[in-house]
């Protein structure tokens, strides 16, 4: 049973536009959500993260909302550039001691931005 | 600095082979960790190790193997390969258990196919 979903297997949006990424989540227990970038043939780097404390985290071009009660979170990419053409992943921990071994990824959204 | 290493990059390999993926991190990180990528799956840890000495299992931890005698390197051993063990393996380190405020590192990933 997936317990993180991205329902959206690709997007593609034109440069200087706005891309938003969803994920879904069902496990109750999770307090700390991740975003992932990965480029063909490389691991995946942080992007980055919210705890469920807060509902909104920004970082230059990238904003990471998180809606607790509908077990929701969204990356808002804006502008939107080529660079930014990757798979996303979305990512979710139960929190503290050692549950970050059990990180709980999505299935990934492959995003493309269009010159 | 090298980062997490993984080796090989790609490997084929027959059914009932076995075969040890190489992970060695330079960065003195005691938490370390193996996912493997399949298709429509995102990652999926498969065993992680919280210091030299200490392992444990993730989610997919059937059919593969580990150790951790140094803080250095993870390695992870395919006893006997099954066509269903073919995909992308990625270690990962990172200094902390706690996911907060905490970047994992990913390797560049090792594309394994079983025949």
């Known amino acids: 049973d997936q317990q993180v979903k991205q329902n959206s297997p690709s997007l593609s949006v034109q440069e200087g536009r706005i891309s938003i990424l969803n994920c879904d989540y069902t496990?109750?227990?999770?307090?700390?959500f991740l975003w992932y970038k990965k480029y063909p043939a490389e691991g995946p780097t942080f992007l980055i993260s919210i705890s469920s404390i807060k509902d909104k985290n920004e970082d230059g071009r990238f904003t990471v909302f998180l809606n607790k009660s509908a077990k929701h979170l969204s990356l808002h990419i804006v502008p939107s550039q080529p660079g930014d053409s990757a798979v996303y992943f979305c990512?979710?921990?139960?929190?503290?001691?050692?549950?970050?071994?059990?990180?709980?990824f999505g299935q990934g959204t492959i995003l493309t931005v269009h010159p | 600095n090298a980062g997490v290493t993984q080796t090989p990059k790609f490997q084929v390999l027959k059914t009932g082979q076995s075969m040890t993926l190489q992970c060695a991190q330079d960065m003195n990180h005691e938490y370390m960790s193996w996912y493997r990528q399949d298709p429509g799956m995102g990652l999926r840890l498969i065993h992680y190790s919280v210091g030299a000495g200490i392992t444990d299992q993730g989610e997919v931890p059937n059919g593969y193997n580990v150790s951790r005698s140094t803080t250095e390197d993870f390695p992870l051993r395919l006893l006997s390969a099954a066509p269903s063990q073919t995909s992308v393996y990625f270690c990962?380190?990172?200094?902390?258990?706690?996911?907060?405020?905490?970047?994992?590192?990913f390797g560049e990933g090792s594309w394994l196919t079983v025949v």
């Open positions: 990512a979710a921990s139960a929190g503290g001691g050692t549950s970050y071994g059990k990180l709980t």
């Open positions: 990962a380190s990172s200094y902390s258990l706690q996911v907060s405020g905490n970047t994992i590192y």
């Open positions: 496990n109750s227990m999770f307090d700390y």
